[in-house]
């Protein structure tokens, strides 16, 4: 099925550097979406993101939708150690039929050290 | 307002079970979506719900079926459970989106952890 390409797969970094992860598909898609997802939990949406070119802040995250519709990354400034977690992008693709289904990437660990 | 809540938490059943987990969207939700996550494959879209019709449908077969009543509320059953149903279930639900924009922002329960031995 339809696939996201998100990388990297995990990060190590030290408290205090940014943080940055994309995801890339070869589809067009209506809306990304960044998820945060703790373990034993659902994913909580951090960012959303509906038109092209859109760029968006929470906080210290910072997202883009691409401007070709088929990517989007997520920067985090200044990590801190409770953005420990594993995060996963997401979109809907353009097009009838794709409504309330939304396409995961295989999600970034991301583990920052003291 | 409450987020969206699932119940059980937790389920372990045996293979050849069948089980029917619920979920409960944000009030004024209309639409309900279910993933599984699993290691090997991660999320994926089972079915999507909206005014007690399945208005979209993965890849799933017919072994997991679900349904949603008046009050938005829905379930999903998986009928003969198999090892490899063991997963994170989880539900989302969309508000009433605004004008004819595409605007699917899916705001996720804390999940069903179903092991099946």
């Known amino acids: 099925g339809q696939q996201l390409n998100q990388s990297p797969q995990s990060m190590f970094i030290q408290e205090g550097e940014d943080v940055s992860m994309n995801c890339t598909s070869s589809?067009?898609?209506?809306?990304w979406l960044w998820y945060k997802q703790d373990p034993g939990e659902g994913p909580v949406l951090l960012i959303a993101l509906y038109k092209a070119g859109e760029l968006t802040s929470n906080g210290r995250l910072t997202a883009q939708f691409g401007i070709t519709r088929k990517d989007s990354f997520l920067n985090i400034s200044a990590s801190i150690p409770s953005d420990v977690g594993i995060y996963f992008c997401?979109?809907?693709?353009?097009?009838?039929?794709?409504?309330?289904?939304?396409?995961f990437g295989q999600g970034t660990t991301l583990q920052v050290k003291p | 307002k409450a987020g969206v809540t699932q119940t059980p938490r937790y389920l372990i059943k045996t293979r050849g079970q069948q089980v029917t987990l619920s979920c409960s969207p944000i009030?004024?939700?209309?639409?309900v979506s279910w993933y599984q996550q699993t290691p090997g494959q991660g999320l994926q879209f089972l079915f999507e719900?909206?005014?007690?019709?399945?208005?979209n449908k993965g890849n799933f077969p017919g072994r997991f079926s679900g349904r949603q009543f008046s009050n938005s509320r829905s379930e999903m059953n998986v009928s003969t459970l198999e090892l490899g149903d063991s997963a994170l279930y989880l539900c989302?639900?969309?508000?009433?989106?605004?004008?004819?924009?595409?605007?699917?922002?899916?705001?996720f329960g804390p999940g069903t952890r179903l092991l099946v031995l």
């Open positions: 719900y909206f005014s007690e019709t399945q208005r």
């Open positions: 589809s067009i898609f209506n809306t």
């Open positions: 989302a639900s969309m508000p009433p989106r605004l004008g004819t924009g595409g605007r699917e922002t899916q705001y």
């Open positions: 997401a979109g809907q693709l353009k097009g009838s039929g794709n409504t309330g289904k939304l396409i």
């Open positions: 009030s004024g939700h209309r639409s």
